[in-house]
């Protein structure tokens, strides 16, 4: 063989060589199932609560046609983190005290638009983070003892229902309550130390009701909210013009006119 075709077979390898695709071995890939936290199946004929899973942290369930909630209902379906619960516009009538046991995280429940009357004292005992109760829109009565028990609970919404007076025990076991909504009720009976264990009341809402008068009796010591809502109310009316929120010294005020007032 001479010299030009040793030449060309050395060149020849060296572009075979070149040209020759690299094996790229690709780097495995980390895959994670993203589990669900949040669920909702609204306006779906539900009749129970459908199974859930642990991770789940909200669940709406609204406008179905749920009649009521047994003992551990949701930490027998699966929840066990919830802290949102929202049953707003079915046709619930009765809840177990024990319902809502085990859900230790559980801030915020929604049963609006319901038909509840009554709800055992117990309920919400043992949620130790529950902060927001909304009961819009029931057929619920007070009666002459405590309404609910919660070391927690920070906002009550109990507007629209047929509470026709108020007693004085039944605001003794929430002693962390700062908003309590109470419009559109009957209620025009107000009985002395009524308000008094709420010492941290911020918000008082009594609009659209039959409240014809408040006096420092129903407030502990001077402790009065920082705003009472009076809109259209018998209270209200005998203003001109007409009350409406009435905040801070205006609050005092209020409460306080009931010693010189005759009308």
């Known amino acids: 063989m001479d010299f030009c075709a040793v030449l060309l077979v050395v060149t020849l390898c060296k572009v075979s060589m070149s040209t020759t695709p690299k094996l790229h071995i690709p780097e495995p890939v980390q895959t994670t199932t993203q589990l669900p936290t949040y669920l909702a199946q609204m306006g779906k004929g539900l009749t129970s609560i459908p199974k859930g899973a642990p991770s789940v942290r909200s669940v709406n369930y609204g406008y179905n046609n749920i009649f009521n909630l047994s003992a551990n209902i949701f930490s027998y379906n699966g929840f066990a983190v919830l802290d949102r619960i929202q049953l707003s516009h079915n046709q619930i009538t009765i809840i177990h005290q024990r319902a809502f046991r085990h859900l230790n995280y559980l801030k915020v429940v929604d049963l609006s638009g319901n038909n509840l009357t009554i709800l055992d004292v117990n309920t919400f005992k043992t949620n130790a ?110 203003f001109n013009p007409p009350l409406r929120k009435v905040k801070n010294e205006g609050v005092v005020s209020l409460i306080n006119i009931d010693k010189y007032s005759y009308f």
Not at 189 to 217: K, M, W
């Open 129 to 238: 983070n529950l902060e927001k109760l909304d009961l819009t829109t029931n057929k619920i009565r007070f009666r002459n003892r405590p309404f609910l028990k919660s070391a927690s609970l920070t906002t009550l919404i109990l507007s629209d229902n047929r509470i026709e007076q108020i007693f004085e025990l039944n605001f003794t076991k929430l002693p962390k309550l700062r908003n309590l909504v109470l419009n559109s009720n009957v209620m025009f009976v107000i009985a002395d130390h009524s308000f008094q264990p709420l010492t941290n009341l911020v918000y008082l809402s009594l609009a659209n009701s039959g409240v014809y008068r408040l006096s420092e009796e129903m407030f502990q010591n001077g402790s009065y909210p920082k705003i009472i809502d009076v809109t259209d109310t018998p209270l209200a009316s005998k």
